[in-house]
């Protein structure tokens, strides 16, 4: 006869902290004339940096960031397409992700969100939960 084995399960719990919003973007413009259009409406100045790369994977997705302007909050603007790629493959509707770092007045995120509502090129703007949403490269926007 075969002893059973009991099984023992761990549970990992993950500390990583997110100290971003994330919204979702949609937009068929591409790029660097979606960047132009959120540095008038918001008044930053989003510059075209090195793009985000995932190890093992030969795509580069786009970026644009405010990083070096310390007077307003952090702004980057990540592409969530490479080719027929995707950065957060759950979330395939979305063409942009906007990265704003925490700004502890939550007035600051309805006013951004409703300034990016009013923007020509942008059809769609999602608020995206990063606490409940599964995808293996969310992690890669930890910059």
């Known amino acids: 006869m075969k002893k059973i084995q009991k099984v023992t399960r761990l549970k ?14 949609v937009s068929a413009e591409p790029d660097y004339k979606l960047s132009l259009s959120l540095n008038k409406k918001l008044g930053i100045s989003l510059k075209n940096i090195s793009p985000l790369k995932i190890p093992g994977i030969e795509l580069l997705f786009s970026r644009f960031s405010n990083a070096n302007d310390t007077r307003n909050n952090i702004f ?21 992700l906007l990265q704003i770092m925490v700004s502890e007045n939550e007035s600051d995120l309805n006013n951004i969100t409703s300034s990016l509502r ?3 090129d942008v ?12 995808d293996k490269n969310l992690h890669y926007l930890n910059l």
């Open 12 to 25: 990992l719990h993950s500390d990583e902290s997110h100290d971003y919003i994330l919204l979702g973007l």
């Open 76 to 96: 980057n603007l990540i592409s969530n397409r490479a080719d027929k790629a995707y950065l957060l493959n759950k979330l395939k509707n979305i063409d942009y």
């Open 118 to 120: 009013e923007v020509d």
């Open 123 to 134: 059809t769609a703007v999602f608020n995206i939960d990063i606490k409940t949403l599964k």
